[in-house]
């Protein structure tokens, strides 16, 4: 009994501790639950603040290719299948994809295909990835997503036109084009196997006799036009055709097209081996490419001559005894246009705005010379090349005027975009508002006369609208640099005068440009011939001889002035009476013999200075010489006086008060004796701390080859002046050791420069810049980085994109960064390729911005600066009358100069 209480006992204890095992284990797994539903809601959180961020980069500006690329990462990384979806789908609509980007789509896509109509998107959007660049392997993966679909209704024939249009341009592609027609043969062979097989055994019928012998007839075709393809591999290809048909390989046309093309492959295979061996550099590339394209280019002029010569192209294709000809000329023309693609293709050189300018010229040529039916495709290459680089206004244009061309409806739309696509300069903004406003010329005026008076006044005010957007935007950017020649202005006054009949208004722009340009001491001859030949065309005698005299009058420069005095010389003889004739003939002559004796007195003037300097020479020896032989003890000169101790540089150092010159003579150290070099094989130092210790400066160079000594320049109680020079034995050793700028010394960088003689010839030695002052397209400018980035960091950045020549940090006197810098690649296409995909990048918590670099020069620079602080001086100065003259009470305080630095913006002639 008490045996079984015992067990009864253990059992309930037993009981009670698995329960209280199996409590516990569920307590902690709930808390292990907790922990990964609060995690992750904070991975959702981050995800979702990343996203937003990222968001707000791309609506501010559409055009950040690496934001696309960060959140399309980001969305595929947690999964976010519609997002990843939607934004690549933006970015498909802003830039061209390439082949990964549009593979890695395409393979998502086909994990999710469900129904027909996904297969149709799909389908849909490997039409649209083909046509970005030329890509063999993404015409391969379309020819068997679609076979994949040949059950359907209509499925084989879907996959044959598949198959055709892929081996009619990319099937072209030297090296690889082969491909594509091996999966087409070997497609056509399947089919004909299923139908022998399905036939065996039995007679066959009429209908299955004449399906079998039409896939032969498809098969023979496809080896016949590839064997009449310049590929490598056509060997092989004959010999298989060899194994299917013997009878038509040994027939002597196929084998003569065989031959030819052969030959034709050994002719190109230097080139192609060339660009195989230049895979790892991106120069050498490009310059294999532009080499092949070049021998592609000369043999299709030579072509071209034989066949044509100078007669019309549309004629000879008639001919019967010359289509053989033709078509090898065409299949040559055909293979540049997808050696521009392959080239195009490329990573490195997509970018390059000289090779699209290239491809557009060639395409436009042939078009020229023999009009073709695909229009089409010469604007799909037009409007790609603005996808890969939007900043070219050039390559703008050229799409618009081809869609002009094409009476395309969308030529304000396209003009429109190139506005918001970031051009680089003020000429770039010039040239396309130039282009537009011709544009609009052509469009709203070609039947001008013909129209309503109601219309015409609606043509008038969009027109002047648009002119006076013209300036405005171009002011507000660029100040005066924007348009300096007033070229706007002048093609607004040549349209009022010529189609609004209205020369009031042209005079008014004139006049406006001409106290603009006054005020700034820039106007000159060219301005009033501009204006008198308008007034020639549409004006008449009276405003004519007006405005002649008025520039006579205006004119500061005789030269100028001579010039306006021939015209009215002129003008007199036609128009004119004695009185009027003779009076310009008289000022002319006048004016004539004051420049004839200006000209006269400078020679004189240079004759003298050139002779003056040796003649006082020897007289100062000759007298010296008088005063020895008579024994005269004369005074020493100026430039012959002592004054005690010299420094090493020459200079005299000032005794101390209260000591012996004699005395401090003997005591002043004895000075180093440097070997004298030639100023080429010594570097200029400056930027040193007056206490720097000199011994730490000479141990950044003595390591250098060559090195031979340091020389800090010291005032008289030692220290430094802030810079110095050190000396080398030969100049590519002190070439070399520019590299050492910006070297840090007790935390301040050293600025390592070339020296220039005081003497040299060299025009503006003392204001010369260091660093260049014009736009240098291999150059990346940097803001908004974080402080602590240093040169490294901002290398490993940039050397992605391409191979980096140098980085530079901007820094203050101190070392401290300015959160500035210039990245410096080896070629123009890698700074392109980095400019789109790093600007608006963030480096931590700081968005940067990249800008190619284009700094202003000096002079320039320091205009555009006053010009800002004018302007602002000059808002509230009164209405545009007021500073143009009519009213001086309110203009008395204010210069001219900075009342009409805004006449441009507020140009109003309505």
Not at 610 to 632: F, R
Request: charged residues 35%.
């Amino acid at each position: 009994m008490e045996n079984s209480d015992k067990e009864s006992k253990n059992k309930t204890e037993d009981i009670d501790l698995e329960d209280r095992e199996n409590n516990s284990t569920d307590e902690s797994s709930g808390d292990e639950e907790q922990d990964e539903m609060e995690t992750e809601q904070k991975n959702e959180e981050s995800f979702e603040s990343k996203l937003a961020q990222l968001e707000e980069i791309i609506n501010q500006n559409k055009f950040q290719y690496q934001t696309y690329i960060d959140i399309i990462n980001l969305t595929k990384e947690h999964g976010e299948f519609n997002k990843l979806r939607e934004y690549r789908e933006k970015m498909s609509q802003v830039f061209p994809l390439t082949e990964t980007l549009w593979l890695e789509w395409l393979k998502d896509e086909q994990k999710f295909m469900e129904s027909d109509q996904d297969r149709q998107n799909i389908d849909h959007i490997f039409q649209r990835a083909v046509k970005d660049y030329l890509s063999v392997e993404l015409w391969l993966e379309y020819i068997q997503f679609s076979i994949g679909g040949m059950g359907e209704e209509k499925g084989i024939e879907n996959v044959r036109n598949i198959c055709e249009k892929a081996i009619s341009f990319a099937g072209l592609h030297v090296t690889r084009g082969y491909s594509l027609w091996e999966v087409y043969r070997e497609f056509e062979t399947a089919l004909l196997a299923g139908y022998q097989q399905a036939s065996a055994g039995s007679i066959q019928t009429p209908e299955q006799t004449k399906q079998i012998n039409d896939q032969i007839s498809r098969i023979t075709r496809i080896f016949k036009l590839q064997l009449g393809t310049c590929l490598d591999n056509i060997e092989s290809t004959y010999q298989e055709l060899k194994q299917f048909d013997e009878a038509l390989a040994n027939d002597s046309l196929v084998k003569n097209v065989f031959d030819f093309n052969l030959r034709k492959y050994h002719e190109l295979e230097p080139y192609e081996t060339a660009l195989s061996e230049a895979a790892s550099d991106v120069n050498k590339k490009l310059e294999a490419y532009n080499s092949y394209l070049d021998f592609e280019k000369k043999q299709i002029k030579e072509m071209q001559m034989k066949l044509f010569g100078n007669k019309n192209v549309k004629i000879i294709n008639s001919v019967n005894d010359k289509e053989k000809d033709i078509e090898l000329l065409k299949k040559s023309q055909n293979r540049a246009k997808c050696l521009f693609e392959r080239a195009i293709a490329d990573e490195s050189n997509c970018l390059s705005v000289e090779l699209w300018l290239k491809y557009s010229f060639y395409l436009i040529e042939e078009e020229n010379q023999e009009p073709s039916e695909k229009k089409e495709f010469i604007s799909e290459v037009f409007k790609r090349a603005v996808r890969n680089c939007p900043w070219s206004a050039k390559l703008w244009i050229n799409y618009a005027l081809e869609c002009e061309k094409n009476t395309s409806n969308q030529v304000k739309e396209i003009y429109g975009e190139a506005m918001q696509a970031g051009l680089q300069s003020s000429d770039d903004y010039l040239e396309l508002w130039h282009a537009y406003l011709g544009y609009l010329r052509r469009h709203l005026l070609s039947n001008y006369e013909n129209e309503t008076d109601e219309y015409k006044e609606k043509i008038a005010e969009e027109i002047r609208e648009t002119f006076q957007k013209a300036i405005n935007q171009l002011f507000d950017y660029f100040k005066l640099n924007g348009d300096p020649k007033f070229s706007l202005e002048r093609f607004w006054a040549k349209i009022e005068a010529r189609y609004f009949k209205c020369m009031d208004r042209s005079r008014r722009i004139y006049n406006e440009m001409i106290l603009a340009k006054s005020d700034i001491g820039q106007v000159t001859s060219e301005i009033w011939l501009d204006f008198y030949q308008l007034e020639i065309q549409y004006g008449d005698d009276k405003h004519q001889r007006k405005l002649l005299y008025r520039a006579l009058n205006e004119l500061k420069f005789d030269h100028d002035k001579q010039v306006i005095c021939e015209l009215l010389i002129d003008f007199e003889k036609l128009s004119g009476n004695i009185s009027q004739f003779s009076s310009i003939y008289y000022k002319n002559e006048a004016l004539k013999a004051k420049i004839q004796s200006q000209y006269i007195n400078q020679q004189k003037n240079l004759e003298k200075k050139s002779e003056q300097k040796p003649k006082t020479k020897k007289l100062n020896d000759q007298k010296i010489k008088e005063e020895n032989a008579k024994g005269v003890k004369r005074k020493k000169s100026e430039t012959e006086k002592e004054t005690g101790v010299k420094d090493k540089d020459g200079f005299a150092v000032p005794s101390l008060p209260g000591t012996d010159q004699k005395k401090q003579k003997t005591e002043q150290p004895a000075q180093i004796e440097f070997k004298k070099v030639e100023s080429n094989c010594t570097v200029f130092l400056s930027n040193l701390k007056y206490d720097v210790n000199e011994s730490k400066v000479k141990e950044i160079f003595e390591k250098e080859p060559g090195f031979l000594h340091l020389r800090l320049i010291k005032h008289w109680s030692g220290k430094t002046k802030g810079y110095g020079y050190v000396d080398f034995e030969k100049p590519e050793q002190a070439e070399k050791a520019l590299r050492l700028d910006r070297s840090l010394v007790d935390g301040r960088p050293i600025f390592v420069s070339k020296n220039e003689e005081k003497d040299s010839d060299i025009s503006g030695i003392q204001n010369k810049f260091k660093f260049a002052t014009s736009m240098e397209k291999n150059k990346l400018f940097v803001s908004g980085l974080p402080f602590s980035t240093d040169k490294q960091a901002l290398e490993d950045i940039f050397k992605t994109f391409g191979r980096v020549k140098d980085t530079r940090i901007v820094t203050y006197k101190s070392g401290k960064s300015k959160g500035l810098a210039y990245v410096e690649f080896e070629d123009e296409q890698s700074a392109s390729k980095a400019l789109i995909q790093t600007d608006g990048m963030l480096i931590g918590e700081n968005q940067i911005s990249v800008a190619i670099s284009n700094p202003p020069k000096r002079k320039q620079a320091h205009e555009n600066r006053q010009a800002d602080l004018e302007i602002k001086k000059s808002l509230g100065s009164g209405s545009i009358e007021s500073r143009t003259g009519s009213s001086s009470k309110t203009t008395t305080f204010v210069p001219r100069s900075q009342q009409l630095l805004v006449r441009k913006k507020t140009l109003n002639l309505k």
